[in-house]
């Protein structure tokens, strides 16, 4: 069985930092491309970071560029995101997805698998 697990959330002041994880079981994250949404209260989901580790590419939006930054670490099946300087404008429910392709994927529909989510505040 396919299953993501998002974790690593919680409070943090602005200006702080904190690392999000997500854990695969049932497949073996390289062979995927990943990415991590998030959404806000009273927002859409928004794409923040579209990785394909095997093309080498990895995708941010405006919003996080030059803060957030993927990682992965293979022996745990785990990638991560490394979020820096955050603000306000940071606090959402974080998501990570899997998509069956080696390819980079920016559309949320091509994602096959989420996780449950996982939620940053992120206090002035």
């Known amino acids: 069985e396919v299953q993501l697990q998002a974790s690593g959330g919680g409070l943090v002041q602005a200006g702080g930092s904190l690392r999000l994880s997500c854990a695969a079981s049932?497949?073996?994250?390289?062979?995927?491309?990943i990415a991590w949404y998030r959404q806000a209260p009273g927002k859409e989901r928004e794409g923040i970071l579209c990785?394909?580790?095997?093309?080498?590419?990895?995708y941010y939006s405006d919003s996080v560029k030059g803060r957030f930054a993927i990682s992965s670490d293979s022996s745990k099946n785990t990638v991560y995101l490394q979020m820096n300087s955050l603000t306000g404008e940071d606090t959402a429910v974080y998501y990570c997805?899997?998509?069956?392709?080696?390819?980079?994927?920016?559309?949320?529909?091509?994602?096959?698998?989420w996780g449950q989510g996982t939620e940053v505040t992120v206090s002035s």
């Open positions: 049932g497949f073996i994250f390289d062979d995927y491309s």
């Open positions: 990785n394909s580790s095997r093309e080498g590419i990895t």
């Open positions: 997805g899997a998509a069956e392709t080696l390819f980079l994927v920016t559309s949320a529909r091509d994602y096959d698998y």
